[in-house]
């Protein structure tokens, strides 16, 4: 399968700092990319959509200004937690997917905790 | 929008046995059915995937098969192997590029 690179696989953050993950497509341009919010032994929360070039599509309940995606090339997108609370702390994944395939394949997660 | 349903939520079984999960979804356009394996700390992999012309797939001890009318797919896994052991997810593929995810499956293949 395709490989999909997300740094850093862990982070921890000072209350009130911000945080920028990047996950990176290796072998195939990724058209869209997918964020999703995973909880402990919980199922992937889809948190937002974005296709290169355009902005991205939220789901409802999630803040746009507070979890800024930017896809700004076909192998590269970034999710930056800002003024990151206690409560942001979870594991976020990105997932990429071709426009000639529909396969996703998924980053190895990052595992945020804010202190 | 779609829903996922997905059975059983734990699953124990012994080396070497079968073990079969189960999804359900509701909307008939979905077109694209992969399932996923997760371990502990990591990102979700792909393990296989059915496209909704085809009833049946296999790879090696894996296994889907998928049942539009009913609209459930199933994952088989034989001759389970302790590394077998993850949390295993399906999923539903709806308009483009739109997955929805079921809750997930741990599935515990004793020794």
């Known amino acids: 399968g395709a490989v999909v690179s997300q740094h850093p696989s862990r982070v921890i953050c000072k209350s009130g700092t911000s945080v920028k993950i990047e996950c990176r497509s290796l072998?195939?341009?990724?058209?869209?990319m997918f964020w999703y919010r995973q909880f402990p032994k919980k199922s992937l929360m889809l948190m937002a959509t974005?296709?290169?070039?355009?902005?991205?599509?939220?789901e409802q309940g999630v803040e746009k200004d507070k979890f800024l995606i930017n896809h700004a090339s076909l192998t590269l997108s970034t999710l930056t937690v800002t003024s990151a609370h206690p409560e942001d702390s979870s594991f976020y994944i990105c997932?990429?997917?071709?426009?000639?395939?529909?396969?996703?394949?998924f980053g190895q997660g990052t595992r945020l905790t804010v202190v | 929008g779609e829903n996922v349903e997905q059975h059983p939520s734990t699953l124990s079984v012994q080396e070497g046995d079968s073990a079969v999960i189960k999804c359900t979804y509701s909307?008939?356009?979905?077109?694209?059915f992969p399932w996923y394996k997760q371990e502990l700390g990591k990102g979700p992999q792909l393990i296989i995937d059915?496209?909704?012309?085809?009833g049946e797939k296999k790879d090696q001890r894996i296994a889907v098969t998928l049942n539009k009318t009913a609209k459930h797919f199933s994952l088989h896994i034989t001759e389970t192997q302790p590394e077998d052991s993850a949390v295993y997810f399906c999923?539903?593929?709806?308009?483009?590029?739109?997955?929805?995810f079921g809750s997930g499956t741990k599935l515990n293949v004793k020794p």
């Open positions: 997932s990429a997917a071709s426009g000639s395939r529909t396969e996703a394949f």
């Open positions: 072998d195939f341009q990724a058209t869209t």
């Open positions: 974005s296709n290169e070039g355009s902005k991205a599509t939220y």
């Open positions: 909307d008939s356009a979905s077109n694209y």
């Open positions: 059915i496209r909704s012309n085809v």
């Open positions: 999923a539903a593929l709806l308009n483009f590029n739109k997955f929805y």
